[in-house]
Each structure stands twice: as C-alpha cells, then as structure tokens.
C-alpha cells in the first residue's frame, strides 16, 4: 500500500495563478483533510472531509476549494494564488473515526511570487 | 473551538537524557490526545496517542502522561538518541472533530 499519495513535491506559482494539489488514498479512509504548515505555527487545517460528496470548512479556508467526489480522491484547489499561500501543505487520511490516527503524505512546498 | 499550547519551542538535550515536551488545551471536551514526529522533508507520524479514560501511556523509550484536571498532556522520551531529532506536535480532539495540533517542539539531541 502506498498510504497517502500527494503531488507534486514543490511548485512555484506566480500571483493571480491557479493550481490543484493532488492527494489519493488506497487505504479505504472515510475522512480526510487538507492542512497547511507554516514555520513556528503547527498545522492548521483548510478543509476536511468525512466521506464521498461531504467537505466542510476547517480554521483557514479562504481562498481555496475542495472536492470529494470519490473515496480516494481529496484535490484542493487554489484560486488565484496570493504570497500568503506560501507554505507546506500536507493532506492525510484517518478510518471512520478521528481517534483512530492520522496517515499524512510527503506534502508539497508551495512558493507563490 | 479547540486550542492547545505547546511549550517550548526548541528543545536541546544531551544524548542519553530525557526530554519532556509539554501541551495545554482549552476544551474540557476533547478526549483524544495524539503526538506526532516529523523529520526533515516528510509528513508527521503517529508515535503515541492517548485517550481521556487514561492517565498514562507507555511504549518503549516514550511515554504519554494526561492530567483532564489540569488540561494539560506531555510526551516524554527517556534515553534520548540522535534519531529522535525532529519536530514533535501534540494534538487533541473531542468525538469525530478533526485534530487541532500545538505549534511543534523542535528537539535537537546532541551526541
């Protein structure tokens, strides 16, 4: 099992662009979420979701977008990209319940000029 | 909602001795107290977690303490080794919500 797939690794983007962060699964995980890491701040989520078709907004949502149309798919979509979206986004899955341990990706660095 | 303090920031120990990390948080509801490692260049991995109808938890070298009294959970690593070198976060949760983390340890172990 590979776990949590993301790509790509690193990526610059220029003000105003747009892109969508790949992440997939193929551990059968209901839940899955999408966090950013800036340094000295911890993790802080964006969006999550706890299965096919449900997303919800997590601590720092604008400015991005969300899909679930799949168990194993979560892309998260960056519209018109702005400096402060610099950062190291990680995705990660978990079973039906929280409790049971988060599963994270490699992630990807983001660099927006 | 949900906040947890972790303290300190940077954490510099002599190979050999121990390092406690230490993390508060707010919400008298959450129940389920996880720690993850991260190591250069990856995600973070589960290492320990610990749930509110226990006080304490071990697994080799670590250990996981939780007073709900006081809010307040620490990791504890004994023996410390350079491969213990990393970011270290702690997190909580109550029920289904998703995890909120503390601000990450970054532990260096001088050999």
């Known amino acids: 099992n590979a776990g949590v797939t993301q790509t790509p690794k690193f990526r610059i983007l220029k003000i105003g662009q747009s892109m969508t962060l790949q992440c997939t699964q193929d551990?059968?995980?209901?839940?899955m979420y999408w966090y950013r890491q800036d340094p000295g701040m911890g993790l802080k989520l964006i969006y999550y979701?706890?299965?096919?078709?449900?997303?919800d907004k997590g601590e720092v949502p604008n400015g991005y977008n969300v899909s679930r149309s799949t168990t194993e798919d979560f892309p998260l979509r960056l519209e018109l990209a702005a400096p402060s979206q610099t950062s190291v986004y990680f995705c990660a899955s978990s079973d039906l319940r929280v409790r049971s341990g988060y599963t994270f990706g490699s992630g990807t660095r983001l660099t927006v000029v | 909602g949900e906040n947890v303090e972790q303290h300190p920031s940077t954490l510099s120990v002599q190979e050999g001795d121990s390092a406690v990390i230490k993390c508060t948080y707010s919400?008298?509801?959450?129940?389920?107290f996880p720690w993850y490692k991260q190591e250069l260049g990856k995600g973070p991995q589960l290492i320990i977690d610990?749930?509110?109808?226990?006080g304490e938890k071990k697994d080799q070298r670590i250990a996981v303490t939780l007073n709900k009294t006081a809010k307040h959970f620490s990791l504890h690593i004994t023996e410390t080794q350079p491969e213990d070198s990393a970011v270290y976060f702690c997190a909580a949760s109550s029920g289904n919500t998703p995890l909120v983390f503390g601000k990450g340890t970054r532990l260096s172990v001088i050999a």
């Open positions: 919400d008298s509801a959450s129940n389920y």
């Open positions: 610990i749930r509110s109808n226990v």
């Open positions: 979701s706890v299965g096919a078709g449900i997303t």
């Open positions: 551990m059968n995980h209901n839940y």
